[in-house]
C-alpha cells in the first residue's frame, strides 16, 4: 500500500514538473555582483527573494534581462563586463536570439555569436563555451562539465607572549570537479566534489581548538578532517550535490547535500554558510512576485556526543526551518524565520508539517527540542543604497529585560548593516557597513536524561550554523570593493570582542556547544564577559580573471588578538597568492 502511494505522488508530481534551473554555488563575490544589479534596479528582482540563497540561474538571467531592457541607464564599462559575465556563466538561459553581449551600443561592431560562445575553443570539443570546459546540450539533457582548482602559496608571521616569533609556509591545493545540467529542462542536478591539502593560519588552529577539540587539524565550513603532514596540515575531502524540480508551477523542490543561507550580510544571524554542508529538502513556494515561503528540513551531526566501542556512526540531529518573505512594495521586504533543532532515534514526522508554528508542536509533545524565532529586514533606494537588519531570539523574557539585572534567559542576537554601491559616484566603488552582536547563551542548549549532548544546539558538526564567533560577542565590519572589468579589490576591516571561557569547564557563553545548565550565574551576564578578548582584523585581495572564472590573486591579512590573558594574545600576519578555477574564495575572517 505504501509504495502505491509513493509511485502516485511521484506520477503527479511528473505530470507537473516545469522548466527549473541549477542554482548558482554559494560565492561572496559572485553574489556581490547580482546585489548590486538589484540595487541598480531600484526594486526588488522578479525571480527570487534575495534574502535566501542560493539563486537560481534562470532568475539571474532574468534580471540581467530586465536591466538590458532599459539601455538608457547609466551603466559603467566594468557593469556591462559584469553583465556578459553572469550571461555567459548561464547562458543555457539565455534567449538563443539575444543579441545584449557587452556593450549594447557597440555590439553593431563585432560579429554576433550564439550566447556564452567561445571565439577561440580548444580542439572543437572543449570551451566551445566560455564558461563550460565541456557542454552538450539537446532537447533530452543540458550538460556542463568544468574542473575545479585552487592552489596557492603564503607566508605567516606569528608573534606574541606565548608564541615565538614564528615564520611559516602556508599551502593550498585542491582538485575537484563540477557537474551541472537538466533532464529535459525538467528535473535540475548539480554535484561537486573536491579533494584539499592545506596548511591554514594559527587563529584558524585556535578556532579549531575551541569548536572540535583539536588544534592541528581544523579547516572550517569542513567536515571530516585527517592530518597531513607533520606541521598542522589538514587534507579533507569536500562534496555537494542534488536534484532540483518545479512543481505545481509554483512550487520548487530540492533535495540533496549542500548550504543554505538567509540574509542580506556578510555575516548572517540566521543560517549562514560557516558549517559544513548538510543533508536537506528545501520547499520554496512563490505566490506571484511579492511573496515567497520556504521550508528546509535538514539533517545534521552531533561530533559532541561520544560514541559507543566499536560504533564509527556519528549520531543525527535534525532541524526544521520555515520563513516567510513578503515583498511590501518595490522597496521594502519583510521576513519572518523559525527553527527548530531536535533529537530523536529518528526523523520526527510532527516537524514535516509545513505551514505550522514549530514551538507549538515541541510544546505539545513535551519535547527539550530548541525553538528559535527571527525576523529580518532590508530597504532599497535611490538606487544606490541597502539598508538591513535581522533579529534572532532563541529565548526572551520582557520583564526581565526592563529589570536590566542581566538574565541569562535574554537570548538573542541583533544585526544591522547598509550597502552604498557606485559610492560618491564613483562607478564599481562599493561600501558595506556591518554590526552584530549576540548575548550570551545564544543559540546554545541544555543536555537533560533525554537528550545528549549537543544534541539541540545550533550548530552542525560541532561548528556554529550562525556566526563563527557563536555567541558572547559584538562585531563591527567595514568592507570596500572596487572593480575595474576584470581587475577586483576587496579590503575587509573588522573590530570584534568577545568573551572566552577561562576553562573548559567554565561557560560564560560564548561556546555554544557547552550546555547552559552549566553557566556561571544566571544574573549579572553582559556581552563580552568571561575572559575579555579584542580581535582586530585588516583583510586586503586583489584578483584578476585571466579567463571566465580563472583568478590570479594576492592577499594580505593582519589579525591582532588581545586578551585579558597575555598568553593568549598575539599577532598573526599572513601574505599569500593563488590561483582559482572555478572555486570561490571563502572569507575565512574572524
Known amino acids: 500500500m505504501r509504495s502505491n502511494v509513493y509511485v502516485f505522488c511521484f506520477l503527479v508530481l511528473s505530470l507537473t514538473v516545469q522548466a527549473q534551473s541549477p542554482f548558482v554555488p554559494l560565492n561572496a563575490d559572485y553574489y556581490h555582483l ?77 560579429t554576433p555569436f550564439a550566447p556564452g560562445d567561445s571565439r577561440e575553443p580548444i580542439l572543437k570539443h572543449f570551451y566551445h563555451k566560455k564558461a563550460d570546459l565541456y557542454s552538450l546540450q539537446t532537447p533530452d539533457i543540458d550538460l556542463h562539465i568544468n574542473p575545479a582548482l585552487y592552489v596557492g602559496l603564503g607566508i605567516e608571521n606569528t608573534s606574541g607572549d606565548a608564541l615565538a616569533s614564528n615564520q611559516r609556509l602556508m599551502f593550498v591545493n585542491t582538485r575537484g570537479l563540477e557537474i551541472r545540467g537538466s533532464i529535459g529542462r525538467k528535473l535540475g542536478f548539480y554535484t561537486f566534489f573536491s579533494d584539499t591539502q592545506a596548511s591554514y593560519p594559527e587563529y584558524i588552529r585556535q578556532y579549531g581548538r575551541i569548536y572540535s577539540g583539536d588544534s592541528t587539524n581544523s579547516a572550517p565550513g569542513e567536515g571530516f578532517i585527517k592530518p597531513f603532514g607533520s606541521n598542522g596540515a589538514v587534507d579533507y575531502l569536500s562534496a555537494r550535490g542534488y536534484i532540483t524540480l518545479n512543481t505545481l ?29 548538510s543533508l536537506f529538502l528545501k ?99 535611490l538606487s544606490q543604497f541597502l539598508v538591513y537588519t535581522q533579529i534572532m531570539i532563541d529565548e526572551f523574557r ?15 542576537a541583533i544585526q544591522l548593516g547598509a550597502k552604498y554601491i557606485d ?22 542548549h541544555e543536555r537533560s536524561a533525554t537528550v545528549n549532548s549537543g544534541q539541540t544546539n545550533y550548530a552542525n558538526y560541532n561548528q556554529p550554523l550562525a556566526h563563527p564567533l557563536g555567541a558572547n560577542f559584538l562585531e563591527g565590519i567595514g568592507i570596500v570593493r572596487y572593480q575595474q572589468k576584470r581587475l577586483t579589490g576587496n579590503g575587509i576591516f573588522g573590530i570584534m570582542m568577545y568573551g572566552a571561557d577561562p576553562a573548559n569547564d567554565l561557560n560564560y557563553g560564548g561556546n555554544i ?55 593568549d594574545s598575539y599577532t598573526d600576519q599572513t601574505a599569500s597568492f593563488g590561483l582559482r578555477w572555478n572555486m570561490p574564495y571563502r572569507n575565512w575572517v574572524f
Open 423 to 444: 559610492a560618491f559616484n564613483v562607478p564599481n566603488l562599493d561600501l558595506q557597513t556591518e554590526f552584530n552582536l549576540a548575548r550570551p547563551f545564544t543559540y546554545s
Open 398 to 412: 520582557l520583564k526581565a529585560l526592563r529589570e536590566g539585572k542581566g538574565d541569562w534567559t535574554n537570548k538573542f
Open 249 to 277: 508551477k509554483v512550487i520548487n523542490i530540492q533535495f540533496g547535500h549542500d548550504r543554505n543561507f538567509f540574509g542580506n550580510g556578510f555575516r548572517s544571524l540566521l543560517l549562514s554558510d560557516n558549517a559544513p554542508a
Open 283 to 381: 520547499l520554496t513556494t512563490r505566490l506571484g512576485k511579492r511573496i515567497q515561503y520556504t521550508n528546509l528540513f535538514s539533517s545534521l551531526q552531533n561530533k559532541q556526543q561520544p560514541l559507543p566501542a566499536g560504533d564509527h556512526l556519528i549520531p543525527q540531529k535534525f532541524t526544521a526551518i520555515h520563513h516567510l518573505s513578503v515583498n511590501i512594495n518595490d522597496h521594502m521586504n519583510l521576513g519572518v524565520f523559525e527553527a527548530e533543532v531536535f533529537s530523536r532515534d529518528r526523523l520526527d514526522i510532527s516537524y514535516l508539517n509545513p505551514i505550522i508554528l514549530y514551538r507549538y508542536v515541541e510544546s505539545s509533545q513535551g519535547s527539550a527540542d530548541n525553538a528559535l524565532i527571527g525576523l529580518d529586514f532590508k530597504a532599497n533606494f
Open 513 to 567: 556547544l557547552k550546555d547552559y545548565n552549566g553557566r556561571v550565574r544566571n544574573e549579572g551576564n553582559f556581552i563580552g564577559q568571561g575572559r575579555k578578548t579584542i580581535i582586530t582584523y585588516l583583510d586586503l585581495r586583489a584578483s584578476y580573471m585571466l579567463r571566465h572564472n580563472i583568478f590570479l590573486e594576492g592577499r594580505y591579512m593582519y589579525r591582532f588578538q588581545d586578551s585579558q590573558y597575555r598568553p
Open 34 to 110: 547580482i546585489d548590486r544589479l538589484e540595487i541598480r534596479q531600484n526594486r526588488w528582482a522578479d525571480g527570487f527573494h534575495s534574502t535566501v540563497k542560493p539563486y537560481n540561474r534562470q532568475s539571474i538571467i532574468q534580471l540581467t534581462d530586465s536591466l538590458l531592457s532599459h539601455p538608457g541607464r547609466n551603466f559603467s564599462d566594468s557593469d556591462y563586463f559584469n553583465f556578459d559575465y553572469l550571461r555567459n556563466d548561464s547562458w543555457e538561459w539565455v534567449d538563443p536570439n539575444d543579441s545584449t553581449q557587452v556593450d549594447p551600443f557597440t555590439k553593431h561592431l563585432r
